[in-house]
T-cell receptor, first 112, second 115 residues
Framework: GENVEQHPSTLSVQEGDSAVIKCTYS??????FPWYKQELGKRPQLIID?????GEKKDQRIAVTLNKTAKHFSLHITETQPEDSAVYFC???????????FGTGTSLTVIP | GAVVSQHPSWVICKSGTSVKIECRSL??????MFWYRQFPKQSLMLMAT?????????EQGVEKDKFLINHASLTLSTLTVTSAHPEDSSFYIC???????????FGDGTRLSIL
């Protein structure tokens, strides 16, 4: 089955700096890669996703890059704000409608 | 937009009790739903895939007799934790994929605490 690894497990940045979270996956059949933000005790919220036919996608301060050959993808948050503090999960799937395999999570703290 | 409703949000019960959690797709039909479990400070682990009108597909290591899944209609899947014990205490979350290749939606999750 799919194995998704995520690094780092914790990340602290100063407000205004950038944050980068990296994930690798093992199943070459995976072609959909969403990123979720989860606050304590709440449901994961989709923040951005990318499909395998695209190498990069950007939405305001958030961007995701995908390297299919190397089987890794990354989340980039620029101009971080305290409200960005949360746990972030990457995931991989063979389709948007199929089961997700999640990374281990990154606890991001943005220091004001 | 598409919404997935999960109920109850929090359950506290005694060891040995069976607990049923409901997951509903409110404005779309879901032939498939997914159940995840999340222990504190850990990731979401896929437990099983719920298939409408047929048996659920369980991930390796998940006891099907312990975690009963029923997907009797196109808008409702239930997860029953049978004879729950303290080690079953966790955050259980369902998700359902809307049609037309849209991103999945998660329920609000159920915090299960077994005393």
């Amino acid at each position: 089955g799919e194995n998704v690894e995520q690094h780092p497990s914790t990340l602290s940045v100063q407000e205004g700096d950038s944050a980068v979270i990296k994930c690798t996956y093992s199943d070459s059949a995976s072609n959909y890669f969403p990123w979720y933000k989860q606050e304590l005790g709440k449901r994961p919220q989709l923040i951005i996703d990318i499909r395998s036919n695209v190498g990069e996608k950007k939405d305001q301060r958030i961007a995701v890059t995908l390297n299919k050959t190397a089987k890794h993808f990354s989340l980039h948050i620029t101009e971080t704000q305290p409200e960005d503090s949360a746990v972030y999960f990457c995931a991989a799937s063979t389709n948007t409608g199929n089961q997700f395999y999640f990374g281990t999570g990154t606890s991001l703290t943005v220091i004001p | 937009g598409a919404v997935v409703s999960q109920h109850p949000s929090w359950v506290i019960c005694k060891s040995g009790t069976s607990v049923k959690i409901e997951c509903r797709s409110l404005d779309f039909q879901a032939t498939t739903m997914f159940w995840y479990r999340q222990f504190p400070k850990q990731s979401l682990m896929l437990m099983a895939t719920s298939n409408e009108g047929s048996k659920a597909t369980y991930e390796q290591g998940v006891e099907k007799d312990k975690f009963l899944i029923n997907h009797a209609s196109l808008t409702l899947s239930t997860l029953t934790v049978t004879s729950a014990h303290p080690e079953d205490s966790s955050f259980y979350i369902c998700s359902a994929p809307p049609p037309s290749n849209q991103p999945q939606h998660f329920g609000d999750g159920t915090r299960l605490s077994i005393l």
